[in-house]
């Protein structure tokens, strides 16, 4: 298993699951206020942080399993869980798969419907030559990469302590890697498609999502348009959809008081 913080103050557990780049760190401003409530845990997802970066597949579907396998071996079945931009999407994946992992999800920013750009990038490293390219950039600058590239509605709230969090697993030939393989295949837009046809079919035979989620978006985002957050939406009528105004893909960084004050009584039923 990848390292945890585990914070023992109340019996309920809450997962927090990170997204692409980024690690547990993220959540460095809001796991103490959920503490007070819920015993957290906060891994860091297989080649992201400091867990290992293994060769093996990082499509959605071995990630979401994954996912699933963490919260058996922590024995935390029907824990509540937030997710992050692409850990939001990882958990929705596993959420589908195993009805019983969550008992409610919060999902922050993720991706979920394909769009132009996803199907460019994937065309782009289907081919050898530009995965080793963008492995070795990543390589030779990853705090500059990560700096550049981890996106806020206030641009003044990255740091280099997040830059060198971040671009500390990019250093190695594993690390970046895993990045690259991540863009590559967790992002894959048929997987993406295949995702979205699920949650179509079970809107058309009115099959709601198997927990109670809450979908969370900022009105401006470069990372995840906004318009993915209707998307999901019209595909989970059930879902409760959030916006939250001047704030970003990270709204738990960006304005973690504002985001707790949505969060909490949803995790709370």
């Known amino acids: 298993l990848s390292p945890i913080t585990h914070i023992d103050k109340l019996s309920a557990p809450l997962l927090l699951i990170h997204g692409l780049m980024t690690s547990s760190y993220s959540f460095r401003y809001v796991i103490e206020p959920l503490s007070r409530h819920y015993r957290v845990l906060v891994p860091d997802l297989p080649g992201a942080g400091r867990s290992d970066k293994p060769d093996v597949a990082y499509s959605a579907p071995a990630l ?101 969090e971040y671009g500390q697993p990019l250093e190695t030939e594993a690390g970046a890697r895993a990045f690259v393989r991540y863009l590559a295949e967790c992002l894959d837009p048929s997987e993406l498609s295949s995702f979205g046809r699920d949650l179509e079919r079970r809107r058309a035979v009115g099959e709601k999502f198997p927990v109670p989620l809450q979908l969370i978006y900022a009105r401006r985002d470069p990372m995840v348009p906004p318009r993915v957050g209707r998307a999901l939406s019209a595909l989970v009528p059930s879902a409760e959809l959030v916006w939250l105004e001047d704030t970003s893909h990270f709204a738990h960084v960006a304005s973690p008081e504002r985001l707790l004050d949505v969060v909490l009584p949803f995790l709370a039923g």
């Open 64 to 164: 979401a399993e994954w996912i699933l396998e963490l919260v058996t071996a922590l024995d935390v079945r029907g824990t509540r869980c937030i997710g992050n931009s692409l850990g939001g999407y990882l958990c929705m994946r596993a959420a589908l798969r195993d009805g019983a992992v969550f008992s409610r999800l919060v999902n922050i920013h993720s991706p979920g419907v394909v769009d132009a750009r996803l199907r460019a990038l994937h065309l782009a490293l289907a081919l050898p030559g530009p995965g080793r390219a963008l492995a070795w950039y990543v390589r030779s600058r990853p705090e500059r990469f990560a700096h550049a590239n981890v996106h806020y509605f206030d641009e003044s709230l990255k740091s280099r302590e997040e830059a060198r």
